[in-house]
C-alpha cells in the first residue's frame, strides 16, 4: 500500500479483556516500530523488528504486552488482560532499512480506550 | 543516552508571524535528527531530518531547520504561520544500537496560530 495502515482506528476495550492491534507496514520496509503514546505526550518506544526478528522490546511495560512479525511483513501487538492505563494511542512505523539516518513513516494509529 | 527536550509544550503565534519551536538533544555523538508533525487523529509525518549533509535543512510546508552543534540544538522555524500550520510538533533523535535502530521522541511542542 501507500503508507502504514493500522486496524482498527479506535477500539474500546473492557478491562481485562484481550485486545489485538494490527499493522500493516510499507512493501518492502525492513524496520517496523511500535509505539504508544499517551494525551499529551510524545511516541515511548514499545519494540522493534527488523524482518521478522524481533531485536527489541525493551519498551514494553509488562509481560502483558507482546508482538510478532512472523513473515517479516504484518505485525500484530497483543495487550492481555488491558488496564486501563493501557489507554493510549498506539502507532505502528516502518522504514526502509535499519540505517539511523532512514526517516520512520507512521500510520495513524489505533486509539485504545479501556473501561 | 540519546534524548530530546523541547522547550515549551505550548506555543502560540499570530498568523503571519515567525514559528520557532525549540529542541535541543542530548548525544555523545553526531545524531540524526528529526522534525515530526501530528494534526489531530492523525499520525505522524516527517517535515524534515538531519543527517549531517547540511546544517541548515529545508523541509516541507516552508519549515527548515537549523543544526547547531556548539549549541546542541535543532530548532524548527517557518517565516510566516500559516493558519493550517496548528498542529503538535515532535523533534525526534534515532541511533543504531546493537539491537537495531530506535527513535527517541520529544514530549511535543503544540502550536497554535491566532488568526
Known amino acids: 500500500g501507500a503508507g502504514v495502515s493500522q486496524s482498527p482506528r479506535y477500539k474500546v476495550a473492557k478491562r481485562g479483556q484481550d485486545v489485538a492491534l494490527r499493522c500493516d507496514p510499507i512493501?518492502?520496509?525492513?524496520?517496523l516500530f511500535w509505539y504508544q503514546q499517551a494525551l499529551g505526550q510524545g511516541p515511548e518506544f514499545l519494540t522493534y523488528?527488523?524482518?521478522?526478528?524481533?531485536?527489541?522490546k525493551s519498551g514494553l511495560p509488562s509481560d502483558r504486552f507482546f508482538a510478532e512479525r512472523p513473515e517479516g511483513s504484518v505485525s500484530t501487538l497483543k495487550i492481555q488482560r488491558t488496564q486501563q492505563e493501557d489507554s493510549a494511542v498506539y502507532l505502528c512505523?516502518?522504514?526502509?532499512?535499519?540505517?539511523?539516518?532512514?526517516?520512520?513513516?507512521f500510520g495513524q494509529g489505533t486509539r485504545l480506550t479501556v473501561v | 543516552a540519546q534524548s530530546v527536550t523541547q522547550l515549551g509544550s505550548h506555543v502560540s503565534v499570530s498568523e503571519g508571524a515567525l514559528v520557532l519551536l525549540r529542541c535541543n538533544y542530548s548525544?555523545?555523538?553526531?545524531?540524526?535528527l528529526f522534525w515530526y508533525v501530528q494534526y489531530p487523529n492523525q499520525g505522524l509525518q516527517l517535515l524534515l531530518k538531519?543527517?549531517?549533509?547540511?546544517?541548515l535543512v529545508k523541509g516541507i510546508n516552508g519549515f527548515e531547520a537549523e543544526f547547531k552543534k556548539s549549541e546542541t540544538s535543532f530548532h524548527l522555524t517557518k517565516p510566516s504561520a500559516h493558519m493550517s500550520d496548528a498542529a503538535e510538533y515532535f523533534c525526534?533523535?534515532?541511533?543504531?544500537?546493537?539491537?537495531?535502530?530506535?527513535?527517541?521522541f520529544g514530549t511535543g511542542t503544540s502550536l497554535t496560530v491566532i488568526p
Open positions: 512505523a516502518s522504514s526502509l532499512d535499519g540505517s539511523p539516518n532512514t526517516e520512520a513513516f
Open positions: 523488528f527488523q524482518n521478522e526478528a524481533q531485536l527489541d
Open positions: 538531519y543527517t549531517s549533509a547540511a546544517t
Open positions: 512493501s518492502g520496509h525492513v524496520s
Open positions: 548525544s555523545s555523538v553526531p545524531p540524526y
Open positions: 525526534a533523535v534515532s541511533r543504531h544500537q546493537n539491537t537495531g535502530n530506535q527513535f527517541y
